[in-house]
């Protein structure tokens, strides 16, 4: 029956990243059967713990984030836990060997969202390290699949790609992070007075990430290219979309590809990789 209950545990970090990233989603189902699951119980457990510090504002947060941290190292020590998204992560990182450390800089970075309102330099590219850099890192021991050679080699483009989608996301949020969390990520800017010159500052920074990302990209197993590819390609369309408009609209509005957008560029990876153009 642990079976049983593994199966369950692991439903449900799969729906938690259905119903919370249509986009994520669509692009684990295009890797390799194999790894679709754990990348799954990644997912999951990243969006419970930004849950807590995003959305429930009824509720002591601060407590909320400590007991999750606490099952969460008790389910990795004793491969087992009640919660099924918690459980079918543990299974995960105990699988792969994922390192504790990243885990660490993860929830540190939940903890600051609970506190922190505006970021230096410094406290932002920390942010960035563990909201997102780290993300990817955990993908990445899973898209390696205990080849440590190849994950030193893939870890710079990895971390790239998870900072890129996460400056992306500050910029296609920054209505609801501003005006209802009343954070503000990007260094040195005002929303108030927000510029183009500040927009352009921040695009150039992005981008930077995509470049190097792809590097990493192609470089990947084919078991996990396409899935990462195609959600490369959903993150870089939607920046794109952003860097056109005016930068009044990112406060008025939270830019997003349609649903037809997001089938063109799946029709159109699947032609490049069959014709091995990745």
């Known amino acids: 029956m642990i079976q049983l209950f593994r199966?369950?545990?692991?439903?449900?970090?799969?729906?938690?990243?259905?119903?919370?990233?249509?986009?994520f989603s669509s692009a684990i189902r295009l890797l390799d059967k194999?790894?679709?699951?754990?990348?799954?119980?990644?997912?999951?457990?990243?969006?419970?713990?930004?849950?807590?510090?995003?959305?429930f504002h009824?509720?002591?947060?601060?407590?909320?984030?400590a007991e999750f941290k606490q099952a969460t190292y008790d389910a990795i020590n004793r491969k087992i836990s009640l919660n099924p998204i918690l459980h079918s992560f543990q299974l995960t990182v105990n699988q792969y060997n994922i390192d504790h450390a990243l885990i660490d800089a993860f929830l540190y970075?939940?903890?600051?969202?609970?506190?922190?309102r505006q970021y230096d330099r410094a406290g932002y590219e920390e942010y960035i390290y563990g909201s997102a850099e780290v993300v990817?890192?955990?993908?990445?021991?899973?898209?390696?699949?205990?080849?440590?050679?190849?994950?030193d080699s893939l870890k710079p483009a990895a971390k790239s790609l998870g900072s890129a989608f996460q400056k992306v996301n500050f910029l296609r949020d920054v209505k609801a992070d501003y005006q209802q969390l009343n954070r503000m990520y990007f260094p040195g800017c005002d929303f108030k007075n927000f510029s183009y010159q500040d927009k352009l500052a921040i695009e150039a920074d992005i981008q930077k990430d995509?470049?190097?990302?792809?590097?990493?990209i192609i470089r990947l197993p084919m078991k996990a290219r396409f899935g990462v590819y195609v959600a490369y390609k959903y993150?870089?369309?939607?920046?794109?979309?952003?860097k056109?408009?005016?930068?009044?609209?990112i406060l008025e509005e939270r830019i997003r590809i349609p649903d037809y957008g997001k089938m063109f560029i799946l029709a159109k990876a699947g032609i490049r990789s069959q014709f091995n153009l990745l």
């Open 7 to 23: 199966e369950v545990s692991e439903q449900c970090s799969k729906i938690t990243t259905e119903k919370y990233s249509t986009s």
């Open 34 to 55: 194999e790894l679709r699951q754990p990348i799954f119980n990644i997912y999951g457990f990243v969006r419970f713990a930004d849950e807590i510090v995003d959305t």
């Open 58 to 65: 009824e509720h002591d947060k601060d407590m909320l984030l």
């Open 109 to 116: 970075s939940m903890e600051m969202d609970l506190s922190k």
């Open 136 to 151: 990817g890192l955990m993908c990445l021991y899973v898209f390696c699949e205990g080849n440590q050679e190849m994950y």
């Open 210 to 216: 995509f470049d190097d990302a792809f590097d990493g």
């Open 235 to 242: 993150y870089l369309s939607l920046f794109k979309k952003i």
């Open 244 to 249: 056109q408009i005016q930068p009044e609209r």
